[in-house]
């Protein structure tokens, strides 16, 4: 009799142990998809992190570079409104430090860099520079003149405005206060990137826009371009 029951207890745990498998089973199937998403998104994620990264280094790098160079005066010392061999000295940077990256291209249909400098006057913005002109380049031939400086900041491809106004610099720079001399001169860069997907899923796509627009940007002292106290 026990023998018996021995050989039914056995044939019953055999049937719950396939049905616990069949059901461990289902639930992973089930949730393999989500994991897939989940995965596959943070690899983009960390791929889009890297690029990002690579811009804000390259921000600092021209910001610091042209920290010592001279916006406002020519290379004879004689007052100017535009030096364009300071913005073009800032693109030469922009350019190697990228190389240098080895994976960010700026498309000139697309990317930008963009460079402006503030004479601050009592925590004021005093002059901002270059003052608005017309560029003859084609990428910024726009309807209108001028069509680059101002506001828009100095833009090597005309694709994007600087995304800060006076009213920004004077409120950062009164809250940096005392750190920030009440006269002094910055420079702003500015690197708007737009990052391709790499994987390019469309459960990725479904909910996040590709290309996506990356903005970095570093504030650096520009003492040339100080206003006179």
């Known amino acids: 009799m026990n023998r018996w029951r021995a050989k039914i207890d056995m044939l019953l745990h055999r049937r719950t142990g396939r049905k616990s498998l069949g059901q461990s089973l289902v639930e992973f199937a089930v949730i393999l998809p989500l994991l897939m998403i989940m995965l596959s998104g943070l690899i983009e994620l960390g791929f889009a992190i890297n690029i990002y990264l690579d811009l804000v280094d390259t921000a600092r790098e021209v910001a610091r570079y042209l920290s010592d160079f001279d916006p406002i005066h020519t290379d004879t010392g004689a ?41 601050v006057k009592n925590n004021n913005v005093d002059a901002r520079k270059p003052t608005p002109f017309g560029d003859p380049r084609a990428d910024c031939n726009e309807a209108g003149n001028p069509n680059n400086g101002g ?15 006076d009213s920004e610099i004077e409120t950062r720079v009164q809250r940096l206060n005392p ?4 006269n002094t001169g910055l420079v702003l860069v500015e690197i708007f990137y737009n990052y391709h997907m790499q994987l390019g899923l469309p459960w990725i796509k479904a909910f996040v826009p590709d290309p996506i627009l990356l903005h970095a940007y570093t504030f650096a002292p520009n003492a040339a371009s100080e206003p006179a106290p």
């Open 151 to 165: 506001n828009r900041g100095w833009r090597l491809y005309c694709n994007y405005d600087s995304r800060f106004s």
């Open 179 to 182: 750190s920030v001399p009440p």
């Open 79 to 119: 007052p100017t409104d535009y030096n364009p061999l300071f913005y073009q000295w800032g693109e030469i940077m922009a350019t190697h430090t990228l190389a240098q990256a080895g994976q960010i291209v700026l498309n000139g249909a697309e990317d930008d860099l963009v460079i402006s400098v503030f004479q």
